[in-house]
């Protein structure tokens, strides 16, 4: 009568679990950065969306509130509806601004995004990251945005 073995040595298992915990040594920091460069460009994208009623309030006489130009907190961001994100300067030029923090990734939070707009028109992304202290990286910038 033949005897075979089923199953695995324990070597093969211990090679297995040791393949297992060099994947994750490399794929959770790698995730982790992913996950903050994802809120740092969430953040520019909803702020973005405000440009649009502050051009409308350049025209006329529209107030430039947050009520007024329809802002929503956002659960990564440290705004407030009772803080105004935007201001307005008479000559035209003015700013859209947030914080990151909240629910943010601690490696943006502390991030100050702002859009600037000149009296030409015009608008500028700048995020300033000397408030953050947790590791930030140039990978997190966004397109279109400088330091």
């Known amino acids: ?3 075979t073995n089923k199953g695995f040595t324990l070597i093969e ?3 297995v679990v040791a393949i297992l915990g060099i994947l994750a040594t490399i794929s959770i920091p790698l995730y982790q950065g992913y996950v903050a460069k994802t809120h740092v460009s969430r953040a520019v994208g909803e702020l ?3 440009r649009t009623a502050i051009e409308d309030a350049v025209g006329g006489s529209k107030p430039v509130t947050n009520t007024a130009i329809g802002y929503i907190p956002s ?3 440290t705004g407030t509806s009772a ?3 935007a201001t307005l300067n008479a000559d035209g030029s003015g700013q859209l601004q947030v914080t990151l923090g909240g ?3 601690p490696r ?3 991030v100050l995004i702002t859009f600037q707009r000149s009296t030409a028109g015009s608008w500028e992304c700048v995020i300033d990251n000397s ?4 590791g930030w990286q140039d990978s997190y910038l966004p397109p279109g945005c400088r330091l």
């Open 48 to 50: 973005g969306q405000y």
């Open 83 to 85: 803080t105004d994100i």
């Open 131 to 134: 408030a953050n202290l947790s």
């Open 1 to 3: 009568m033949v005897q």
């Open 13 to 15: 298992l211990m090679i």
């Open 103 to 105: 629910n943010a990734h």
């Open 75 to 77: 659960s990564i961001t």
């Open 108 to 110: 943006v939070s502390g």
